[in-house]
């Protein structure tokens, strides 16, 4: 139980969100993913966060904690595995793509007595702009914006605000170029 909600609040909180989402996944994770089922996952997910925008999808095995805190956006995607603490409030905007087993933490431990098991934690928002594709197994740390159009490569731990439309990797991530538009490149319909 996060220390901010009342008993009271806070079974309202597992009946409204946490148990439904929680069946969602025990029911379909069984299904592979493919466009149907992600689709489907995604609808299903949707009725129970917080703020959803439209074609929402989503792979096996997401977690979401703190769901009445996510905000999603328009076209956003889910990859297999992901796992989102929203505590600290989630904002992912429109057309965000989050590759397999991408971790976003809204919120640090503490220390308490030399250990971090009592030492409690701190919450802090993250923002993830627009057009952004997250590459798979990045980690993204709490109180970080990640710009508009933004790629960050697989396995970067974002600890730091990113500028928009550029490239990012590595553990700390850093800016590695500029990201430009490929306009010449084939466009598959789907």
């Known amino acids: 139980m996060r220390r901010d909600r009342s008993l009271i609040e806070e079974v309202k909180y597992q009946l409204r969100y946490a148990l439904p989402l929680g069946l969602v996944c025990l029911l379909t994770n069984w299904w592979s993913d493919n466009a149907i089922t992600i689709r489907i996952r995604g609808i299903l997910f949707s009725w129970f966060l917080g703020k959803c925008g439209k074609n929402f999808t989503v792979g096996r095995d ?4 703190e ?17 989102l603490n929203a505590a600290g409030g989630l904002e992912i905007e429109d057309e965000v793509m989050l590759g397999p ?7 640090k431990h503490g220390f308490k007595n030399g250990s971090v098991r009592f030492g409690g934690y701190r919450c ?9 594709w997250l590459g798979a197994h990045v980690v993204v740390a709490g109180g970080v914006t990640i710009g508009k159009g933004n790629i960050i490569g697989g396995n970067a731990a974002v600890t730091h605000d990113t500028p928009d ?3 990012v990797g ?7 170029r500029e990201r430009e538009d490929d306009s010449d490149g084939d466009k598959v319909e789907a």
């Open 62 to 65: 997401v977690t979401i904690l």
């Open 67 to 83: 769901v009445d805190r996510l905000k999603v956006g328009d076209n956003v995607y889910f990859a297999k595995g992901s796992w």
């Open 101 to 107: 087993y991408v971790v976003v933490a809204t919120s």
């Open 124 to 132: 802090m928002p993250v923002r993830i702009g627009r057009g952004s």
């Open 165 to 167: 439309n550029v490239f």
């Open 170 to 176: 590595g553990v700390p991530a850093k800016v590695i």
